[in-house]
C-alpha cells in the first residue's frame, strides 16, 4: 500500500487541489468587482443607446419621459416581462410617439428590440435593435436600419402582424415578409411585436 492510498481521501484531494481552489475564489472575487463596477456604464450605455434608436424612430423627439413603469407582459410559459413605456417629446414638450424596449427568443440567443409607435398607438414608427446575436449574414440582417426587414415594420398598423415568405415587402399592411434563410429570427422579431402590442 503507497502512501497515497493510506491517507484520508478528503485530505489527499485538499493537499492536491489547493492552489486551483485559490485560484477560483481569488478569480470569481475579481469578476464579481469588475461587474459590480461596470454594471452603471453598462446601465448608461443602454439607455443611450435606447434614446439614440428611439430618437431614430420617433421624429422630432427630443426627450423620453417614463409614462409607465413596469407594465406586465405576459411572454408564455407562466412568464411576465415588466415592460417600461416612455414617451417621446418634442422641444415643446409636445407627444410624438411612444417607446419601449421588449425581448424574446431568436435562433441563436434573446433579441432585445426597441419598438416606437405614433402618439395615437395606431401606427407603427419601427423597430430598432438593441442587442442581438443572430447569424451573421442571414438573421442578423434584421439590425440594417432601413433595411428590406426593418422598412416593412414603418407606418404598419398597431395590429396582429403575420410572417409570411411570399408578398410585396414595400406594401404597408400586417403582413410581413420573411428574410431568406433567417425565417426564425424573422418570425421571433414578428412574435416579439404580437406579444407585446397586442392585450
Do not use: H, R
Not at 21 to 41: E, H, R, T
Not at 48 to 68: C, D, H, P, R, W
Not at 152 to 181: M, N, R
Amino acid at each position: 500500500m503507497s502512501a497515497n492510498e493510506s491517507k484520508n481521501p478528503v485530505l489527499f484531494f485538499l493537499q492536491e487541489s489547493w492552489l486551483l481552489m485559490a485560484a477560483a475564489i481569488v478569480f470569481g472575487a475579481l469578476l464579481a468587482s469588475l461587474n459590480a463596477a461596470w454594471q452603471p456604464k453598462v446601465a448608461q450605455n443602454e439607455i443611450n443607446k435606447f434614446s439614440v434608436l428611439a430618437g431614430g424612430l420617433l421624429t422630432g423627439a427630443e426627450q423620453f419621459k417614463t409614462a409607465l413603469e413596469a407594465v406586465p407582459v405576459d411572454i408564455g410559459k407562466g412568464k411576465t416581462y415588466a415592460v417600461e413605456v416612455k414617451k417621446g417629446l418634442d422641444a415643446d414638450g409636445k407627444l410624438v410617439g411612444w417607446a419601449f424596449v421588449c425581448e424574446g427568443s431568436g435562433f441563436a440567443d434573446k433579441i432585445k428590440l426597441v419598438i416606437a409607435t405614433d402618439a395615437a398607438f395606431e401606427t407603427l414608427a419601427g423597430f430598432g435593435v438593441l442587442a442581438s446575436n443572430e447569424t451573421p449574414g442571414f438573421g442578423d440582417k434584421i439590425n440594417i436600419e432601413d433595411g428590406f426587414y426593418q422598412s416593412q415594420f414603418k407606418a404598419a398598423p398597431v395590429t396582429e402582424l403575420e410572417l409570411t415568405k411570399i408578398g410585396d415587402p414595400e406594401k404597408v399592411d400586417s403582413q410581413i415578409v420573411s428574410i431568406t434563410g433567417a425565417t426564425v429570427t424573422s418570425e421571433a422579431v414578428v412574435n416579439i411585436f404580437n406579444t407585446f402590442l397586442l392585450p
